[in-house]
């Protein structure tokens, strides 16, 4: 499957303990993207990255989340301490772009996070 | 700043009756605009795009949006539901070429099927 893939695709967690989700994108993609979505309503932006600079941070992205993107290929997405407020879907997607490209994205099932 | 209002939250339609999703955008400058479909379950697909070529955009499964600049809309349509096409449907926004690239969307409008 050459998409783009999301580990894993549901988590349970305590609250304050710490969760880390990964995604890969597809390989030829140099931009990627991670968004929330809460019950009933449309994906939130988070963070993306072009290739593996951050890029731009969203002010919903806390200090208790972080997003890397070592080697420009795949990225996590780590949330530290945990709350209730957290729970909901996280999405990652990626594109092909660059100066004179801006395409669709692509995304993830995405990672179900439910904090209890 | 760029924003979109998806007009209605859910929408019911009898199989085989015409379907209409309505978009209105903000934009201070050209944008780029996308209707993405969502499966219980599954991940966002794309059905189609509008980029500054034809305002005519068709899309898969039969979909199709018209930009209108004056009315600042994309309105989605489809002669003929399908029971399939029951989904949550978003429309997107993202800033032309040299923006950030982010994708903003819709709240969604949930389209049910009436069998």
């Known amino acids: 499957d050459t998409g783009v893939s999301q580990n894993p695709r549901h988590k349970i967690t305590k609250r304050g303990q710490n969760v880390t989700f990964r995604c890969d994108p597809i390989s030829e993609h140099n931009r990627l993207y991670w968004y929330r979505q809460t019950l009933g309503q449309g994906p939130e932006f988070l963070t993306y990255?072009?290739?593996?600079?951050?890029?731009?941070k969203s002010r919903l992205l806390s200090d208790r989340f972080s997003a890397e993107r070592p080697k420009g290929s795949f990225s996590t997405l780590e949330i530290q301490r945990t709350e209730q407020g957290d729970s909901a879907m996280y999405l990652c997607a990626s594109s092909l772009g660059g100066r004179a490209m801006n395409t669709e994205a692509f995304f993830g099932q995405g990672t179900r996070l439910t904090v209890v | 700043a760029q924003s979109v209002t998806q007009l209605d939250s859910h929408v019911s339609v009898s199989e085989g009756t015409p379907v209409l999703l309505r978009c209105n955008y903000s934009?201070?400058?050209?944008?780029?605009l996308f209707w993405y479909v969502q499966h219980p379950n599954k991940g966002l697909q794309l059905l189609l795009k509008?980029?500054?070529?034809?305002?005519l955009v068709k899309g898969i499964n039969g979909f199709e949006a018209e930009f209108k600049k004056s009315e600042t809309s994309f309105h989605l349509t489809k002669p003929s539901a399908h029971m399939s096409d029951a989904a949550e449907y978003f429309c997107v926004v993202t800033p032309p070429l040299g923006g950030t690239y982010k994708y903003i969307f819709g709240t969604g409008t949930r389209l049910k099927v009436l069998a």
């Open positions: 934009s201070s400058y050209s944008p780029s």
């Open positions: 990255f072009q290739n593996e600079a951050q890029l731009e």
């Open positions: 509008y980029t500054s070529a034809a305002t």
